[in-house]
């Protein structure tokens, strides 16, 4: 018997896009691009009665919210992320139906949600901007002998939306002690030794930081004191 890892019940009803061939219990068909998990055993849609609905990508976020609100039954389809041991979301299945209408209702107000897009981009920018200063300023308080321009580049490059970096991390995001040396350290180290060098090398991570902690430290002892670099 065929055996299927359940997602969490706090997902609610799912189809899975399974990362291995998978053959329905049901009809015996396969290998199923979707299937439902009934007692961890794999049905194609058409068995789990899904079969009437269609795929909806992730991405489009108007769209996603207007076709739930305008099919009767949606389903969210999720796929196991084995290097992160979790199921993510990949898209919804929802009726060909709901998802024409929401199609249209986007399509009506296609112009005026663009000009939101513009704005919110904007005001998103003026915010990074700024937080990017508060950053190197906090980096300039720590670090009085740090180059402006690097503090700049340091705050820019830990700050960066999106990237996961320790800038946007809620300790990043109060400007904590910790998370602004954090980023220091990682530039010093990628910049002013031969880290990176030693991971080409082969090296493994940890003997490679080992070797060039000497190096890091006194780069940043030259820092905290003001010697008068450019600013």
């Known amino acids: ?23 329905c219990a049901g009809c015996r068909r396969g290998p199923l691009s979707m299937l439902v ?9 058409d068995c789990a009665d899904l079969g009437h609905l269609v795929f909806l990508p992730r ?19 999720v796929r196991f992320n084995r290097r992160k041991g979790r199921y993510e979301r990949q898209g919804i299945l929802v009726e060909e139906a709901g998802l024409a209408r929401a199609e249209a209702r986007c399509l009506a107000d296609a112009e005026a949600r663009r000009r939101r897009r513009v704005r919110d981009a904007r005001r998103r920018a003026v915010q990074d901007a700024r937080f990017a ?12 002998g740090c ?7 340091i705050a820019a490059h830990a700050s960066a939306r999106g990237s996961g970096r320790v800038g946007r991390g809620a300790a990043g995001r109060a400007l904590s002690e910790g998370a602004v040396v954090s980023a220091v350290v990682a530039s010093v180290r990628h910049l002013d030794t031969s880290y990176d060098a030693l991971l080409m090398g082969g090296v493994p991570r940890r003997e490679a930081r080992r070797r060039i902690a000497v190096g890091v430290e ?7 004191a003001d010697i008068g670099a450019d600013r």
Not at 1 to 23: D, F, K
Not at 218 to 224: F, H, I, K, M, Q
Request: charged share 25%; proline share 9%; with cysteine.
């Open 147 to 153: 180059p402006r321009d690097r503090a700049d580049g």
């Open 218 to 224: 006194t780069v940043l002892r030259g820092w905290e």
């Open 37 to 45: 998990v009934e007692g961890r055993v794999p049905y194609c849609l």
């Open 59 to 77: 991405g489009d976020t108007a769209l996603t919210r207007r076709a739930r609100e305008e099919s009767t039954l949606s389903v969210v389809v």
């Open 133 to 144: 200063e508060a950053f190197a300023t906090e980096i300039l308080r720590l670090f009085p």
């Open 1 to 23: 018997m065929q055996v299927v890892p359940t997602p969490p019940a706090r997902i609610g009803l799912v189809v899975i896009q399974p990362s291995r061939r998978r053959h």
